[in-house]
């Protein structure tokens, strides 16, 4: 197969550094699933990745909440490398909020719960506090109605819209969204998709994982797509999807589109 050279940075991040990546390695036993990850995320940019299954795209996300460790290279939050274990650790995973695709509320609590435990652990705020900034934010997703539901009672776009508000509940500095519409009905995906819209218009760092086309040429400053562990191409959305320059993109778009 013959590759285009790998063009990095083609559309520079805007803002200040927030989240950087140089030269990150990961392996699973023989399976080097990032290879040589050099990625800069700047203060408010929307960076969609995309790729084949198992190219690594939750692996990167992993690793850049510390779910994951990495073998080599350095992941920055901040300016600061990510801390390793303890209060440091459970910080960071309050900075950058995560969004899955299988929702992971806590189904023995109720939606308000949900939102206002991290609040109350992790932040250390009082309960009144937590409640009212829960319900402030439980209205922004659109399911203010449903605070004193159990998770199960909700439709899953429902759902997911709560495990949103329940990230933005730490006051993030960067959201990572894992495939958060893949596990939805069809017709529930637009309004977790609005809401994803909404926070990138109001300025949210956000590190979106999609097949969503739509939301990627809409809302992002940035494309990156990985195959086999790579950053094969970083793009504008409109160069990506109307001009990809490697095969490998050709290919997985020519799959999807
Ligand atoms: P993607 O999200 O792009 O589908 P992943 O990051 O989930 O890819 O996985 C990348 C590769 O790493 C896949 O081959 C997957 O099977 C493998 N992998 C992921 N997590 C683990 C793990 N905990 N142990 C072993 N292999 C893993
Ligand atoms: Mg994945």
Known sequence: MTEVSVTKDE???????????????????ALHVLQDINLTIGQGEVVVVIG????????????INR?????SGSIALDGKPLPQEGKELARLRADV????QSFNLFAHKTVLENVTLGQIKVRKKDKKAADQYA??????VGVGNQADKYPAQLSGGQQQRVAIARALAMDPKVMLFDEPTSALDPE???EVLEVMQQLARDGMTMVVVTHEMGFARSAA?????????QIVEEQSPEQFFTNPRSDRARDFLSKIL
């Open 188 to 190: 529930m995906i637009n």
């Open 221 to 229: 400053n940035r494309v990156v797509f990985m195959s086999d562990g």
């Open 135 to 140: 319900r402030k934010l439980l209205d922004r």
């Open 67 to 71: 779910l994951e460790t990495i073998d």
């Open 52 to 63: 084949p299954s198992g190219s690594g795209k939750s692996t990167l996300c992993r690793a």
């Open 11 to 29: 559309v520079p991040p805007t803002g200040e550094p927030l989240v950087v990546l140089d030269g990150v390695n990961k392996h699973f036993g």
């Open 97 to 100: 909020g995560m969004v899955f």
